[in-house]
């Protein structure tokens, strides 16, 4: 059974941090996509980080992202995170964690890809001005 239990949300002023974690069971988190996406209602669902678990572990980022967020994978714990940084009110959203099992580096730019098929819960980051 595939689980994904994201943690770490929660509400910070503009300008502050938090660092998001995604436990994956084992078989969706080897040599798999995982990455980050999140939603305010009424809005489209948005891409924001991906990592490739594999060798090479590459990542991606969404451009509104660049430069303050960072994803990171710990191996031993099959988890993924995201440190989140500089935050602004424009990031508050349910940020939810994603995996797919389809393979491949090429599927885990959550901007582009429509391959992920594993959902967390959500987890709610709220940025207040």
């Known amino acids: 059974q595939v689980q994904l239990v994201e943690s770490g949300g929660g509400s910070v002023q503009t300008g502050g941090s938090l660092r998001l974690s995604c436990a994956a069971s084992?078989?969706?988190?080897?040599?798999?996509?995982m990455g980050w996406f999140r939603q305010v209602p009424g809005k489209k669902r948005e891409g924001v980080a991906g990592?490739?678990?594999?060798?090479?572990?590459?990542?991606y980022y969404a451009d509104s992202v660049k430069g303050r967020f960072t994803i990171s994978q710990d191996n031993a714990k099959n988890t993924v995170y995201l440190q989140m940084n500089s935050l602004k009110p424009e990031d508050t959203a349910m940020y939810y964690c994603?995996?797919?099992?389809?393979?491949?580096?090429?599927?885990?730019?959550?901007?582009?890809?429509?391959?992920?098929?594993?959902w967390g819960q959500g987890t709610q980051v709220t940025v207040s001005s």
């Open positions: 994603a995996a797919t099992d389809y393979g491949g580096s090429w599927n885990c730019n959550p901007v582009s890809s429509d391959a992920y098929n594993y």
């Open positions: 084992e078989y969706i988190y080897s040599s798999n996509c």
């Open positions: 990592i490739y678990t594999g060798a090479g572990s590459s990542t």
